[in-house]
């Protein structure tokens, strides 16, 4: 049932977003940094964390996960390390994803060239 639950929560969120798109004058980026700042607010009152313990790996999927991650690691390293802490656990966390992501950037724009 829990993968029912993962996929009802990833298409939820890609619905409410393309939902956004479709009826208002906001970009994608927009979007994006929303749903960034809604798991951000959601992880902030522990309620993203319930909502992974019931869903599962689909909570980590959509964009708001990065949200998540950001608080998530802030609030553990602010706790031990003060305000200092704050910008170490984000970028512990996170750290993984973005270099992932631009070491495949490189990668692929080796061997692709932009249309334009």
Excluded: W
């Excluded at 599962?56 to 950001?70: C, D, M, N, R, Y």
């Amino acid at each position: 049932m829990i993968y029912v639950y993962s996929f009802l929560f990833c298409g939820i969120v890609s619905m409410i977003g393309q939902i956004i798109l479709d009826n208002t004058k906001l970009t994608a980026g927009h979007i994006t940094s929303l749903f960034v700042i809604i798991g951000a607010a959601l992880d902030t009152f522990s309620i993203y964390d319930k909502i992974i313990m019931y869903v599962g790996g689909g909570a980590l999927v959509p964009i708001t996960s990065f949200g998540h991650s950001l608080i998530h690691g802030a609030l553990a390293k602010a706790s031990e390390y003060g305000i200092i802490g704050i910008l170490m656990g984000m970028f512990d966390l996170t750290a993984s994803g973005i270099t992932a992501a631009i070491i495949f950037t490189f990668v692929f724009s080796l061997f692709f060239r932009p249309k334009n």
